[in-house]
């Protein structure tokens, strides 16, 4: 059973940096592309596409909306998936997921993830 267990949300000004941490157990973690979603306020799905992803070697990709702010990372040796968010912006408070699948569902987006945490919110105040 895969489970995600999302950490390191919280409330911050603007400008300000978060880093979500993201462990990951019941699959072969350095193995599988791993990514970050999120849900706006107010919108009952999460984001299609993944703002950020990393492939089991190590390869990023970001989201236009995040891109030279947010960096994702892993640990294998830990099983957990990072997100580093800096510069934040009101724009980004949001429900954050991580996910773990395989890269072809990762690609397709968010409604082709098997397996989600419980997430963890960010609120970015102006």
């Known amino acids: 059973q895969v489970q995600l267990a999302e950490r390191g949300g919280g409330s911050v000004q603007s400008g300000g940096s978060l880093k979500l941490s993201c462990v990951v157990s019941?699959?072969?973690?350095?193995?599988?592309?791993l990514g970050w979603f999120r849900q706006l306020p107010g919108v009952v799905e999460r984001e299609l596409g993944a703002i950020a992803g990393i492939d089991s070697d190590g390869t990023t990709t970001y989201a236009d909306s995040v891109k030279g702010r947010f960096t994702i990372s892993k640990d294998n040796a830990k099983n957990t998936l990072y997100l580093q968010m800096n510069s934040l912006t009101p724009e980004d408070s949001a429900m954050y997921y991580c996910?773990?699948?395989?890269?072809?569902?990762?690609?397709?987006?968010?409604?082709?993830?098997?397996?989600w945490g419980q997430g963890t919110q960010v609120t970015v105040s102006s």
């Open positions: 996910a773990a699948d395989l890269c072809w569902r990762l690609v397709q987006g968010a409604e082709e993830v098997r397996d």
């Open positions: 019941g699959l072969p973690f350095g193995d599988y592309c």
